[in-house]
């Protein structure tokens, strides 16, 4: 097990970190002393993240762009080491979903959540962990979900994105383990953040399934970037924030039928509140 180490001074990427749990993460980093580069679409969004970095005492740059774009990735990194020096860690947290019946969604649509939420991890962690071998030294992580370990109705496509992000994470992670590169997923619950209201608004008709309104077991972004603190501190292959739902997901794992069975009952209850029209199960 690695020994804890200090971040002070070690710069970090962040991408998706103009809200949620990438902004939650890159005030936590500076907290802990780490110069901090701030990557999204949104540039005023990120500016403020700067800002209040920088107002506590903290050092942070913005660089605006698409994760999808492996240039704007390249651009990213050199800015990092530009202003701070040779980057320490990066974090793949950009990312979306929308709801859709798997069978009839678009193939465009599938390819563009892959290009953002899968490919766009791989266009900053490869030339990232490429410095980092010539290091000697570095961190790698791709936020991923809970929902790695197992695919939901209507959420395949987000499901799957996950999943690769999890299986890419594990290689890496056992390929890079004797250079002293560290590679982890990082694997939350529901988080109180702008997911699923950016979900609602991509979904043609809006959410049946999820809600924009889900508060029960949701955790805050917070919670999920002190998670990821430590793993920087004290690196480790997967992080949870919920040993409950880590064990729960263990058990579907043994048990595919039964979890099949709760997952039509859970559904037909849900669509039958959304649609009271909907036939129950004779």
């Not at 701030?38 to 969004?45: C, E, Q, T, V, Y």
């Not at 563009?112 to 900053?124: D, I, Q, R, V, Y």
């Not at 936020?143 to 999890?166: E, F, R």
Request: charge should be positive; aromatic fraction near 6%.
């Amino acid at each position: 097990m690695p020994a804890r180490r200090s971040l002070a001074g070690k710069p970090i990427i962040i991408t998706g970190a103009s809200s949620g749990i990438g902004a939650a993460t890159a005030i936590a980093c500076a907290r802990a002393q780490m110069p901090v580069a701030l990557f999204a679409r949104r540039a005023d969004k990120l500016q403020a993240i700067r800002e209040q970095i920088e107002l506590s005492g903290g050092r942070a740059i913005v660089v605006a762009g698409d994760v999808a774009d492996p240039e704007a990735n390249e651009e990213l990194i050199a800015r990092a080491e530009e202003a701070f020096g040779p980057i320490y860690a990066c974090i793949a947290n950009a990312g979306y979903g929308l709801e859709h019946e798997t069978a009839t969604m678009p193939i465009a649509d599938i390819r563009a959540m892959f290009e953002t939420n899968f490919f766009g991890s791989l266009h900053l962690l490869q030339p990232a962990i490429e410095r980092f071998r010539r290091q000697g030294t570095g961190h790698a992580m791709m936020v991923s979900s809970c929902l790695s370990k197992i695919s939901m109705p209507y959420y395949a496509s987000y499901c799957a994105t996950k999943a690769a992000q999890d299986n890419f994470c594990r290689s890496m992670r056992l390929e890079l383990a004797d250079e002293g590169v560290y590679v982890s997923s990082v694997h939350p619950i529901g988080t109180k953040t702008e997911f699923f209201d950016t979900a609602d608004s991509n979904t043609s008709g809006g959410l049946k399934v999820a809600s924009t309104k889900q508060n029960r077991f949701m955790q805050t972004p917070e919670r999920v970037a002190g998670a990821i603190v430590r793993c920087l501190r004290k690196p480790k292959g997967e992080v949870w924030t919920s040993l409950p739902t880590r064990i729960a997901l263990a058990g579907t794992l043994a048990c595919p039928a039964t979890t099949d069975r709760v997952f039509r009952w859970a559904l037909r209850n849900r669509l039958k509140k959304k649609m009271p029209e909907l036939p129950t199960d004779s």
